[in-house]
């Protein structure tokens, strides 16, 4: 039984047997960013740090050291905000998870919160499978969320009820709902936010501020950590069971890592 399922809380024995057992490491994305009066910078990290951590226990995963920061120019106009450019986050993404595959990792799940992170996480999935023989699936949480508690959250918003529950899950001190102040415009970021999210059309936005003028918006004011734990379960459950099915029809349709390198030594 492992005391922690967070791979740096981990011996090198301990490590080398739980990839023997089941070869799955799961990386969480986040970001460092401004979230307003009432949440801490790090909120995206958390989320899908803790998200992570419940999802490799119900798969026997781990869950690697990621970087706390992620691709977030949006957020530079405030204070709080550290940016990796594309290029250095695909790079960190790469080589953390390259590590791991040189000691027996074969199947990735990257666990994204933070939609900045989107586009340079599916060129660093598409590299750790074509050349590191990795088999990835990458789960953006945060939608996952939204799926689930979107209705009764009043949508996915920066700020907004569904972040402050993934961090009260976690670590409710950090939580400060008694300084909710000046959240932004909602009918106003719900448009912006349903004109990113898009299927077919994606417009640059110049920065938060073309959502939400105040850095944020949303209506966090009923969070309680009771309803972010039973949120963090019921996302952890449904990502669980959606990456257990599409990792077993992956294994069949491609015969996982392993017969990668066969095709390619026959070749
Ligand atoms: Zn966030």
């Known amino acids: 039984m492992l ?5 740096i809380d981990l011996t090198q024995p301990e490590i080398a047997a739980q990839f023997k057992q089941n070869p799955l490491v799961i990386l969480p994305a986040g970001s460092v960013e401004q979230h307003g009066p009432h949440l801490p910078t790090g909120t995206d990290t958390f989320a899908s ?3 992570g951590h419940a999802v490799a226990e119900r798969m026997d995963g781990l869950v690697l050291p990621a970087t706390p920061f992620g ?3 949006m957020h530079m106009p405030f204070e709080g905000t550290i940016t990796l450019t594309p290029e250095t986050y695909i790079r960190v993404v790469i080589e953390t998870c390259v590590s791991t595959a040189k000691h027996g990792a074969k199947s990735l799940l990257i666990l994204n919160w933070h939609e900045g992170n989107i586009p340079s996480l ?6 750790l499978h074509r050349e590191h023989d990795m088999t990835v699936l990458t789960v953006q949480a945060c939608y996952v969320a939204e799926e689930l508690y979107g209705e009764s959250c009043n949508g996915l918003t920066h700020g907004g009820e569904i972040e402050a529950l993934a961090v009260l899950a976690h670590r409710a001190d950090l939580v400060h709902l008694d300084r909710i102040d000046y959240s932004s415009d909602h009918a106003h970021g719900h448009k912006m936010d349903k004109l990113r999210r898009t299927r077919s059309y994606q417009p640059v936005l110049t920065d938060i501020r073309s959502i939400a003028p105040t850095g944020w918006f949303g209506s966090p004011q009923h969070a309680t950590a009771e309803k972010g734990t039973r949120m963090l379960a019921a996302i952890a459950d449904a990502i669980a069971k959606e990456a257990t099915e599409i990792f077993r029809q992956l294994d069949g349709v491609q015969g996982g890592a392993a017969e990668i390198k066969h ?5």
Request: aromatic share 10%; glycine share 4%.
């Open 122 to 127: 599916a060129i660093a999935a598409e590299t």
């Open 71 to 73: 691709v977030t120019p």
């Open 3 to 7: 005391p922690s399922r967070y791979f």
């Open 263 to 267: 095709l390619r030594q026959v070749g």
């Open 49 to 51: 740090a803790v998200i």
